[in-house]
């Protein structure tokens, strides 16, 4: 049985996508920040807590200054309670030591499919003059950037043992094509993570391993808030097409979650 691995598989795009590959049959591992110990896949926001990161949102890739307004997850109207949830393990991605700590969990067990997913935005309402504080850009790449390498890095023998394949979510706002001027860490991050995925595409190519970097679209989770584009349900369809069509003759390609290949 296929074994996908979901970072961030408790709310958002993550978690449609563990939806949608357990409605395919395949084992889901996800991953949260506090994890489920019991293996129960929270059914709601509400189960969750608040939103790590509020009313953050990833949204066009030009846009002003952040539109306030409640957090939304998306999700909530797109998936359909499962009767048996995946396990959701711990995962903290400001932890260095939590991505060993996961490979440890899972042992031998061969991966197919590693998705780095999981993902903060906190500086959406900095400015230039006095906002992004050190410390901030500090826990954004821990987890945006050096969190998802750590993954990767850790779960090397898994993926290897199941000649897998990885996508890291990043963002159309990982491009230089489009500057907005606002969000200046969180777009560092993620042109830091498409930089990142590209060179992996290159170490990993002797393992056989394919890179995938991928833009979700303007999804309505609590990141992307309720006035976005498209559903998590609809994100995670078209990515997982993506998925399934990645391999080493496409490894590098920095794509849409519609298939549309995307300016660096
Ligand atoms: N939504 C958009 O419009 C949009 C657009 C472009 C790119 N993206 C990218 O797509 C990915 C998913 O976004 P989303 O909208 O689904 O976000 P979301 O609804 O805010 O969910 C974020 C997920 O990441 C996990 N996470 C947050 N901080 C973490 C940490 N420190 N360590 C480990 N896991 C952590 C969360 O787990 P907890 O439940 O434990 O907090 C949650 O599962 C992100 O990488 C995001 O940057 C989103």
Known sequence: MTHVVITGASRGV???????????????????RRGSPEGVLPGSPAQDGPAQDGPAQDGPAQDGPAQDGPAQ??????????????VLLPLDLTDPAAPAALAERLGADPIDLLVCNAGMFA??????????????????????VTGAFLTVQALLPQLRAGKGRIALI??????????????LIYRATKAALLNLGRN????????G?????????????????????ISASESAEGLAARFDALSPETSGAFLTWDGRPHAH
């Open 14 to 32: 993550g978690r449609a996508l563990a939806d949608l590959y357990r409605a395919r049959g395949a084992r889901v591992t996800g991953t949260s």
């Open 73 to 86: 997850d998306g999700t909530a109207q797109d998936a359909s309670p499962e009767p048996v949830a995946p």
């Open 123 to 144: 500086d959406r309402h900095d400015t230039v003059a006095g906002g992004y504080p050190a410390p901030l850009w500090a826990e954004e790449f821990q987890v945006n």
């Open 170 to 183: 990043s963002s159309q706002m990982a491009s230089d094509a489009a500057p907005g001027g606002n969000a």
């Open 200 to 207: 992996l595409a290159v170490a990993l190519e002797g393992d």
């Open 209 to 229: 391993i394919a890179v995938g970097i991928y833009h979700p679209g303007w999804v309505r989770t609590d990141m992307g808030g309720a006035g976005a584009a």
